[in-house]
């Protein structure tokens, strides 16, 4: 086997062991790693949960000697001080001879430096294998470093004509068990959940992941820009931070939520309704990496209306609600085939009797 064709066989074992913390690495990059010498894989690891060990650190502790190997890294080394120390220093100081990284790290901190410093020590360095892949791993942070926002995946099911739920608001269940199962790990993967007022006057959602994997929970985050939002709503009393944005600044009802136990927080809105930069530059504020919206026609339409999704999720289901039904999303002003919304089809497969779709806009 050539050297680049080994080089791709080892980073695609390392990018296998990044995704076992696809649930739990939040607000940290999945990151795998392989130790590699002779033509024999001596040591794995990769980056569990952050303040935990990086997937460097925790290969190199499953080796008593690694002097001479070669490391394949998902992502370039770090090389300052975060809640655990550079990466960089644990690989020269365990000798090894080859770091071979899929990709350079995005965030300012590093963005190159970590790849010089190991050069510096006299570690030959190799750069961009299997990139895509990589950053296919990390679209929320990869795009958070870079753009200063976070990745924004959002989640419908329909019927074979088009509708989310009969004309009387009633949705469950469109599609199938197999499908429910696939958003609870749609959700385990983000950072946070996001909706609109309406759904939760409507449904009164957990938004939680309810896998037997181990998950971190993602943050819910309700947009609700004139604090219609009632204490008693069930994400309240769930572990973890349920956070309320509003344009609203009528304190008195600020106080019943927060005591309730949501964080509140006020944002500039427009023309009554709050400004969906702002809130996207919010969740970056708040680390958010990869946010996932679970949302009606009317902030679906916003959203879709302002390109502001990354990635969409589609789930059809074999049936049909009639004419009466909802639709996907609400976007006035339609009214000529040059109006309508293209999106490009990337993917599409059966979950349980549905059809998943994933698609981009164009």
Not at 90 to 105: E, K, P, T, Y
């Amino acid at each position: 086997m050539q050297s680049t064709q080994q080089d791709a066989v080892y980073m695609a074992r390392a990018i296998m062991l990044a995704k076992r913390g696809r649930y739990t690495t939040d607000p940290n990059p999945r990151v795998g790693c392989v130790l590699v010498r002779e033509g024999t894989v001596i040591g794995e690891g990769w980056h569990a949960k952050a303040g935990q060990g990086h997937a460097e650190v925790e290969a190199l502790k499953t080796v008593a000697d690694a002097r001479g190997a070669t490391a394949y890294v998902t992502l370039e080394p770090c090389s300052h001080h975060g809640k655990t120390p550079p990466c960089c220093d644990a690989l020269i100081q365990a000798g090894v001879s080859r770091v071979v990284a899929a990709m350079q790290d995005p965030n300012p901190l590093v963005a190159g430096r970590g790849l010089e410093k190991l050069k510096a020590a006299g570690i030959e360095v190799s750069c961009g294998v299997l990139e895509q892949d990589a950053r296919a791993l990390n679209p929320g942070f990869v795009k958070r470093m870079a753009e200063n926002r976070p990745f924004v995946r959002s989640k419908l099911a329909m019927s074979l004509d088009g509708r989310t739920a009969m004309a009387s608001g009633e949705s469950k269940w469109i599609t199938s068990a197999e499908a429910r199962v696939d958003v609870h790990k749609l959700r385990a993967q983000s950072s946070a959940i996001l909706t609109g007022i309406n759904t939760v006057l409507a449904d009164d959602p957990a938004l939680n992941a309810r896998l037997d994997d181990e998950v971190v929970q993602p943050i819910r985050v309700v947009l609700d820009s004139h604090l219609r939002m009632p204490v008693t709503a069930r994400m309240a009393s769930l572990p973890g931070r349920s956070l309320i944005l509003t344009c609203s600044q009528d304190e008195k009802r600020w106080q019943p939520l927060l005591q309730a136990g949501f964080e509140v927080y006020g944002l500039a809105g427009r023309r009554e309704r709050l400004d969906l930069n702002n809130v996207l530059d919010f969740l970056a504020e708040q680390q958010v990496n990869e946010v996932l919206v679970e949302a009606g026609a009317i902030l679906n339409g916003a959203l879709l209306a302002e390109n502001r999704v990354d990635e969409w999720i589609v789930y059809m289901a074999p049936c049909v609600l009639g004419d009466q039904g909802r639709g996907l999303f609400t976007v006035p002003g339609m009214r000529h085939m040059s109006d309508k919304k293209n999106f490009h089809l990337r993917d599409v497969r059966q979950v349980g009797p549905d059809l998943k779709f994933t698609l981009t806009s164009r």
